[in-house]
């Protein structure tokens, strides 16, 4: 046993808070360590009680010294039952102790133990170590522990000093996949820093080490990177962008040639090979094994071979770039499938300059039957169907077509590189009320049951509290919340469990409900409940153990479950972040109501990409893009190696509501093998070579910041959080046009309420709301990834923010940030009203005094004043409106001066890769509670942001609404008496609650439609 003690002296108090309602409190401390207590003296009404008393702990475990906690409480002396009241409590670190002849009496301020508790006061403790050892506590040369080494440098009394690591130290390194920790070794001595070492601010810091990184050179410059939004001027659609505007040129006569006119035009010349007939016999056995060969140049495209089929149907489609074109004939080959050498069975050649170029909305050009030729012109037996013809991206062939650019891709990939639209499935909220429970069989009749019910749905399960009851009916009466999508294909499963010990659950019962037959609702009417017949499981499960009990045998069985179960369709299910919700609406249609406009989003390209992937001793890039708006997801197709692809392709989306987001990401297509790998490879060698989709960067566009009818052209730098800081990936260029169909709809609708009313009259709290959204985010990544080509369910979680929630200290301080930006403005008033108190500038000062006595004597003019600097305001910074939408902000994120150590913190996994258990523990919990603070700060700088947002022209709509309310009210003000005024919003503010509606009133609606800065954060 360990012969180190540790000293306790609880000298002192002061100015202690009252407790005994006379104005005095009888105070004592109690010391807690490692399970050990000591209690000092009562002092009898005393608010500045003095001990002297010293106490003795025993340390069992000087190894985990430093990860323990002394705790020291103040109490007051209830009379005359002797209970304690809580007057304040001390916690100190293990970590700062020095031997007895060093210790010195400090003073702690008492701390609150609860966010309501009352406290005040300090204690002054002397603590301190009783061992010869600890002597050497203090001289890094004597001191054999490098932990207690780094510990002593976190000393609260050196917090300002940076923190040294040194790199030499003997490390034992664990490897993760984009970053490796370094733990220091307790066995090696810590040397003295050299010039190697890294560098920290953080406090307390963890223990890692960046081996690829020598020295931590401060924060990034604002100039290590462009970050900067680019408007651009490109042609699109016959015509150029001038001032938001397309500028038709040519003979076109102002009107558009394409309903493609966000996108530049890409001319292709598209082979659709429909199918043959009467082929002639090409081996032994008198049949053919026909594919079709089409060749233009260098470029050669093949359809799918048929065995033994002399009449092949295929409707496959080619396109070639016309741009890439160096040849003018198109040789459409039919051959037959050998093992040596393909035969060729005849051929249809075509002169470019002959074939028909096809303008949508014309109908698709007709196949033709041609005869097959030899090789000297002469016709032959045999016949295919073919249609060719010069058209744009704009045709409905291009995205079922096999493109030129994808010619070094193996057969199986073409579908991979395809671009598709997706619709999300529905989702519902499955509302699973449990009320009882009746004639439950429990095989030990020695006891009660403490019976509890375990509902799944999927992947997710829930379950209700124990219950005991004596009548073996238990009543629970609780809600359970699931999200469910549509077609529904997993049953409810209900099963009745007892808990029969600690860790040890029996399964009772069970029933199946289908959620086909469950009712659905579009608001809070009550639903019938209905009984479910239980039945006894085939098996008893042990859930603490692998043992299975042999099957009951058959009997009568009565129990049953009493619940009450619906659709609930007056919610929004949410399924990303609420600062980036790009729908609104209730699940239940009848609720929807008709759309306001519709949102164009044209991906022209992208320039100077970061090499994803190494192919052939070169850097490259198989990119393509991802929107998401609402239930609608697009997915460009992927252009293969190139570092500044071209899509050009056009989508739209019907727009209800305008204060939505518009999400656009870009990815690297990890699924692609290329016809250069060994045609030999194994399936599984296959499989592992492939990877994840890896993501390039991310685009938000908010539409209320948009003007109707307006053309956004715009190069977005596309920027990405690593590990080793913020990097530029490339720029994705976009033209995005909102147009309204009806302006006084979409004003009307900053009055109504952002979510749809079941949100204000059953909320949900924040803990349901988020777990919820994280089941809604696997179902759609579940059921889009079943798709072909499959949206991955990294692609999903990327596009919807689904770790928006967790710890992160960059993101902390971004948010403080935010929120000391907000109140700039009344420190700045503030500091005015001080330099004309002070009398800074005397004519300034003279100037107020005389306003004051203005509005003192004539406070009828008070309020319209106010509305009418405002209004003037409004006017003013209409001149110097933003004329971009917003991006992403380096600046605003806290992601230029963000230092390494931080990263690492908010890139470590969730629960952390520590190695020690209560390490652990301690980590995560400060990780959970900080994301929660961190949420909370954010959403108080998003209501400050709003306020500021009144009169930005940010969202130019609701400005000009509340300019004009603005104006209205100072005329209305100006010749309305103010006690007038003041009466009837005194009387309006305290009505009967008769009178009130349960809905946000129109005003709140309206501030919280107005945009914030969250769309700028990464």
Request: proline residues 6%.
């Amino acid at each position: 046993m360990s012969n180190l003690k540790l000293g306790v002296e609880v000298v002192s108090a002061l100015n202690l808070m009252p407790k005994d309602g006379q104005g005095s409190s009888s105070p004592f401390v109690e010391a807690h360590f490692d399970g050990q207590k000591f209690r000092t003296t009562i002092k009898e009404k005393d608010l500045n009680p003095v001990w002297n008393e010293k106490f003795v702990f025993t340390v069992t475990d000087p190894v985990s010294l430093p990860h323990k906690y002394i705790e020291i409480y103040v109490y007051n002396d209830v009379k005359p039952s002797h209970a304690k009241s809580f007057l304040g409590y001390v916690r100190l670190s293990c970590t700062t102790l020095v031997p007895d002849s060093e210790a010195l009496v400090q003073h702690y301020q008492l701390e609150k133990r609860w966010v309501l508790s009352r406290v005040k006061g300090e204690v002054a403790l002397k603590v301190y170590l009783i061992d010869p050892f600890m002597s050497q506590m203090h001289d890094p040369q004597k001191l054999s522990d490098p932990l207690f080494d780094l510990l002593q440098q976190n000393d609260p009394l050196h917090l300002n000093e940076p923190l040294h690591i040194n790199p030499n130290v003997n490390t034992t390194a664990t490897t993760t996949n984009t970053r490796q920790f370094y733990h220091l070794n307790r066995n090696e001595y810590h040397s003295e820093p050299t010039k190697g070492e890294v560098q920290s601010d953080l406090r307390p810091p963890p223990l890692v080490v960046r081996p690829q990184q020598s020295a931590y050179q401060g924060p990034m410059s604002s100039t290590s990177g462009d970050y900067a939004l680019k408007e651009t001027s490109p042609f699109l659609g016959g015509g150029r962008v001038v001032g938001g505007r397309v500028v038709q040129v040519g003979s076109s006569g102002g009107k558009p040639t394409s309903t493609y006119d966000l996108v530049e035009s890409m001319q292709y010349l598209f082979v659709r090979v429909v199918k043959a007939r009467d082929l002639p016999s090409a081996d032994m056995t008198g049949g053919c094994d026909p594919f079709v060969e089409v060749k233009v140049g260098n470029y050669k495209g093949i359809t799918t071979h048929f065995e033994k089929k002399q009449n092949p149907y295929w409707n496959e489609v080619f396109a070639f770039s016309r741009e890439r074109l160096q040849a003018s004939v198109v040789e459409v080959v039919v051959k037959d499938k050998d093992l040596v050498k393909d035969d060729i069975m005849g051929c249809v050649r075509f002169d470019l300059n002959e074939v028909p170029t096809r303008v949508p909305p014309d109908s698709p050009l007709a196949p033709e039957w041609y005869r097959l030729e030899d090789k000297k012109g002469e016709k032959i037996k045999g016949e295919l169907m073919l249609a060719v013809w010069l058209g744009t991206q704009a045709d409905e062939a291009f995205s079922e077509a096999w493109h030129s650019d994808a010619a070094t891709l193996k057969t199986d990939n073409v579908n991979s590189i395809r671009s598709k639209v997706y619709v999300a499935p529905r989702l519902w909220y499955v509302r699973v009320n449990v009320i009882e429970a009746q004639d439950l069989h429990i095989p030990d009749k020695t006891r009660l049951p403490d019976a509890f019910v375990k509902v799944q749905l999927g992947s997710q399960f829930l379950k209700t509290k124990p219950v005991q009851s004596r009548t073996l009916s238990p009543v629970w009466n609780e809600d359970l919340l699931f999200v469910a999508a549509e077609p529904f294909e997993e049953p409810l499963i209900f099963t009745v469990e007892d808990r029969a010990g600690p860790n040890k659950d029996e399964v009772l019962c069970r029933a199946d409900l289908s959620l086909t037959s469950v009712e659905r609702r579009a608001d809070d009417r009550l639903i019938h409940s209905r009984w479910l017949y239980l039945e006894k499981p085939k098996d008893a499960i042990l859930i603490d153990g692998d043992a299975v009990k042999e099957a009951i045998k058959k009997e009568k069985f009565s129990s049953r479950l009493h619940v009450r179960v619906c659709l609930d369709g007056g919610y929004h299910v949410l399924d990303e972040s609420t600062h980036y919700s790009s729908d609104l609406r209730a699940t239940a249609k009848q609720l929807w109501k008709p759309s306001i406009g519709v949102l164009e989003l044209g991906i022209l390209s992208a320039q100077g990409l970061n090499p994803m992937k190494s192919r052939e001793t070169r850097g490259t890039c198989d990119a393509f893009c991802v929107a998401k708006y609402g239930q609608k997801w697009v997915r460009t197709r992927t252009i293969v190696d190139s570092l500044a692809p071209k899509w050009n392709e056009q989508y739209t989306w019907e727009v209800y509501d305008p204060c939505t987001v518009l999400t656009i990401g870009m990815f690297d297509n990890g699924q692609l093998a290329h016809g250069s790998e060994k045609a030999g490879e194994k399936a599984g060698e296959k499989a592992a070579s492939l990877g994840k989709d890896l993501k390039i960067g991310k685009v938000r566009v908010r539409l209320s910041t948009l003007e109707t009818g307006r053309v956004y052209t715009h190069s977005y730098p596309l920027l990405v959080l690593h590990p080793s800081g913020v990097k530029k990936m490339g720029e994705l260029h976009l033209a995005i046009r909102f147009s309204c169909t009806s302006m006084l709809n979409m004003m009307y609708l900053y009055s109504k309420p952002l979510l749809p009313k079941m949100h204000y009259i059953r909320p949900l709290s924040v803990i349901q709301l988020d777990s919820l959204r994280y089941q809604a985010t696997a179902i759609v990544a579940a059921r889009l990834s079943r798709s072909e080509p499959p949206l991955r369910k990294e692609v999903i979680e990327y596009m919807s923010d689904v770790d928006s929630h967790l710890w992160s200290m960059r993101r902390s301080k971004a948010n403080f940030f935010r929120l000391m930006s907000v109140f700039s403005g009344l420190l700045a008033t503030g500091k005015w009203l001080g330099n004309i108190c002070a009398w800074r500038n005397p004519i300034t000062t003279v100037l107020f005094h005389v306003l004051f006595l203005i509005l003192v004597c004539f406070p009828d003019l008070i309020l319209p004043t106010a509305f009418l600097y405002m209004f003037l305001i409004g006017l003013w910074n209409f001149r110097y409106r933003p004329r971009y939408p917003p991006h992403m902000d380096t600046r605003l994120s806290y992601a230029e001066a963000v230092h390494p150590d931080e990263l690492d913190e908010e890139f470590d996994s969730f629960p952390t890769s520590r190695h020690a258990d209560i390490v652990r523990m301690r980590y995560d919990r400060l990780r959970s509670v900080a994301g929660r603070i961190q949420a909370v700060v954010g959403d108080v700088a998003t209501q400050g942001e709003r306020l500021q947002g009144l009169l930005s022209w940010r969202d130019s709509r609701a400005t000009a609404i509340f300019v004009a309310f603005c104006f209205i009210s100072a005329v209305v003000l100006y010749v309305t008496p103010l006690q007038a005024v003041v009466v009837f919003y005194g009387f309006y503010h305290m009505r009967h609650p008769r009178f009130r509606h349960r809905l946000p009133s129109a005003p709140l609606n309206f501030f919280r439609r107005l945009p914030a800065r969250t769309d700028s954060l990464l």
